[in-house]
């Protein structure tokens, strides 16, 4: 399995207070992918990294920011929580984008009340 | 804009039968599709991958082809388990400077003893 780790794996905050997730993965790929999952939606991308300091928005990234300052970190922060922003939150990584296989972590299941 | 979907949405199948999950894409200009499993409250675990030149993959009891020029791939289950049952997603990764995977919603397998 690929080196992929995911902090924490269950959180429940309150709305308008800030939260960062954090993924973590041994593998060095230069790719790293925050995706949430919901029901009726299915995947979907909320930003991306294709290098330290190199990021940019997905489809949903509204509410959401990122940060990589490290290879191996990508950080996923909600500014001020929403009840919308509950959701499980996964990230991905893959090395070469044309490629290579992505992989994914085990998710985050983040309640927003 | 891409659209990946599957069809069914669920299926349900006695153990030992073989079995056809299909994945049909609106844009033939990919890079590579991805088959992945997803258990129930679990991350997305990789497949199998089929590069846009390639006709088929095998592994163990799973192949999976792709028809890019139809937009279509399949994932075929021979004999199947009971520990086959779990939601199958296929993703495809566009050409044209995209760097996410676009994702279908899946199809939920059950395999019945």
């Known amino acids: 399995d690929a080196g992929i780790t995911q902090s924490p794996r269950h959180k429940v905050t309150e709305t308008g207070t800030p939260v960062t997730l954090r993924c973590h993965q041994t593998?060095?790929?230069?790719?790293m992918y925050w995706y949430r999952q919901d029901p009726g939606h299915g995947l979907r991308l909320i930003h991306y990294?294709?290098?330290?300091?190199?990021?940019d928005k997905g489809e949903v990234s509204d509410g959401y920011s990122v940060s990589r300052s490290k290879t191996e970190d990508f950080l996923l922060t909600l500014e001020s929580a929403t009840s919308s922003q509950t959701s499980v939150y996964f990230c991905?990584?893959?090395?070469?984008?044309?490629?290579?296989?992505?992989?994914f972590g085990q998710g985050t299941r983040l309640t927003v009340v | 804009k891409q659209e990946v979907t599957q069809i069914p949405a669920a299926l349900s199948v006695p153990e030992g039968e073989n079995l056809v999950l299909n994945c049909s894409f609106t844009?033939?200009?990919?890079?590579?599709l991805q088959w992945f499993r997803q258990d129930p409250g679990k991350g997305l675990t990789s497949l199998l991958l089929?590069?846009?030149?390639?006709r088929e993959q095998t592994s163990g009891r799973l192949n999976a082809s792709l028809d890019k020029s139809s937009g279509r791939s399949t994932l075929y289950i021979a004999a199947s388990q009971p520990g086959d049952s779990a939601t199958y997603l296929c993703?495809?990764?566009?050409?044209?400077?995209?760097?996410?995977?676009?994702f279908g919603k899946g199809t939920k397998l059950t395999v019945n003893p």
């Open positions: 991905a990584i893959s090395d070469l984008v044309r490629n290579t296989e992505a992989f």
């Open positions: 593998e060095n790929h230069r790719y």
């Open positions: 990294s294709y290098g330290v300091k190199d990021t």
């Open positions: 844009d033939s200009a990919i890079y590579n």
């Open positions: 089929i590069q846009s030149s390639q």
């Open positions: 993703a495809v990764r566009p050409q044209g400077g995209s760097e996410k995977l676009v």
